[in-house]
Every structure is written in structure tokens, then in C-alpha cells.
């Protein structure tokens, strides 16, 4: 209960000014012209894994980095709208250059979910609150369900990057075998650099014969 009076207090001094510029007169995290001025990378994938296509929306670097290590490192939770915002802006694009037809009626969210005991630390999984906003513009319905973390690892940002690899190994359960067979997994992350932390997750659904996954990121 002390937690929450906190945050939501916190939220009401943070939310008046933009982290990027300063700006307090949208009373946003990230003000309007800052969200513009966000450009995205090429709507074709970056990187792929196990035959998967991974679409990131922008580099890791400037007003996203900041945005993003405020939402998971300073408790700002109001920063998961302007992320989901820059994700769906991505993700209509990429759908329009790819010719893809990724839509509520043959599509599922599943993001790439934190360890109980980082969600129990935060307060909050970030990921799943960035994945809800971007259902909400999507209208795509969510299921984080299917995907647990099994193993703390240590952040991923923290480890080298022919290290990162083994520190997901067998990191992600994936379950409800064949839930989704008609459908395509649109599983979401924040940051991919190595790509090891979605490939050790593609590699977990895809024995649940999940096979049909495309991966957004925010940042790379």
C-alpha cells in the first residue's frame, strides 16, 4: 500500500516534465515533439533468428534510451504509453513495407516476460505493461500466459556479448501446446542487441509448436 501512495505520487511530479527536454507543458514523459522527433529504423528486419524476423523500432541512444532506462530503472510507468506509441508507429509500418497482415483475428501478444522475482524488486513486468498499451492501439489481444521466466538471470546489458547466450540458456518455459496453431505470435521485447534472449525464447515455443512468431523490439 506504501509502495503505491509512493509511485502514483512520484508519477505526479514526474509526469510534469518531459525526460528528454524538460518540457512541462504536454505534463508528459516524453512531450510531444520529443515522441516526433523519434526516427525509426528500417522497416525490415534487423536481425533474425531461427528463421524469425526481428523488427526493431529505433537504436538504443538518445531520447529512447532515456525513456527506457527511466520505465525500468526509475519506476516511471507512465513511460510505457510513448513506448508503446513508437512500437505500433513501427509496427504499421513494417506491416505496410512487408506486405503483412498481422491483425486481431489471426494474431496473439506475448512478450518476453521478466523473472517473479525482478517483477516482485520493480513492482511491474515493463514489458507486459508496453505489450498492453500496444493491444490497446492494436486491438491484437494479449496472452502472458504461454511464456514464463524460469531462471533470475542477470540482465542481459550486464553480460558480454559472448556471454549472453548461456546466461538465457533455459531461461523460458513455453506452455498450452498448439493454443495458438492458426495464429501468428507477435512476441515483443524492449531491447534486443545480441538477439540471445529472443532466440533462446523462439527456440522455447517453437518446441510447444509455436511456429508461426515475428519479434518486435523498441530499441537495438
Known amino acids: 500500500m506504501i509502495k503505491d501512495i509512493f509511485e502514483r505520487f512520484a ?3 514526474y509526469k510534469q516534465k518531459c525526460v528528454v527536454c524538460g518540457c512541462s507543458k504536454t505534463n508528459q514523459i516524453l512531450c510531444k515533439n520529443c515522441l ?3 526516427q525509426n529504423l528500417s522497416p525490415y528486419a534487423q ?4 528463421g524469425v524476423n526481428i523488427f526493431c523500432a529505433a537504436k538504443y ?3 529512447i534510451k532515456i525513456l527506457i532506462r527511466n520505465f525500468k530503472f526509475n519506476r516511471r510507468k ?3 504509453k510513448p513506448c508503446a506509441k513508437i512500437l505500433y508507429s513501427y509496427f504499421k509500418k513494417v506491416c505496410e513495407a512487408n506486405k503483412l497482415n498481422l491483425n486481431p483475428k489471426n494474431s496473439i501478444l506475448v512478450c518476453i516476460p521478466s523473472h517473479p522475482l525482478r517483477v516482485f524488486r520493480r513492482g511491474y513486468c515493463h514489458t507486459e505493461i508496453i505489450t498492453k498499451e500496444f493491444s490497446k492501439l492494436s486491438g491484437i489481444n494479449t496472452d502472458f500466459t504461454i511464456l514464463k521466466k524460469l531462471k533470475n538471470t542477470a540482465p542481459q546489458y550486464k553480460i558480454r556479448a559472448d556471454k549472453k547466450a548461456r546466461n538465457v540458456l533455459g ?3 513455453a506452455k498450452y501446446k498448439n493454443r495458438y496453431k ?3 505470435i507477435i512476441l515483443t521485447d524492449d531491447i534486443t542487441t545480441t538477439g540471445a534472449t529472443l532466440n533462446e ?3 522455447e515455443l517453437k518446441k510447444n509448436n509455436y511456429n508461426n512468431i515475428i519479434c518486435f523490439t523498441l530499441a537495438c
Open 201 to 203: 525464447a523462439v527456440f
Open 171 to 173: 531461461a523460458f518455459q
Open 78 to 80: 507512465s513511460a510505457a
Open 11 to 13: 508519477d505526479l511530479i
Open 61 to 63: 541512444k538518445d531520447s
Open 47 to 50: 536481425r533474425k533468428v531461427q
Open 36 to 38: 516526433k522527433a523519434v
Open 182 to 184: 492458426d495464429k501468428t
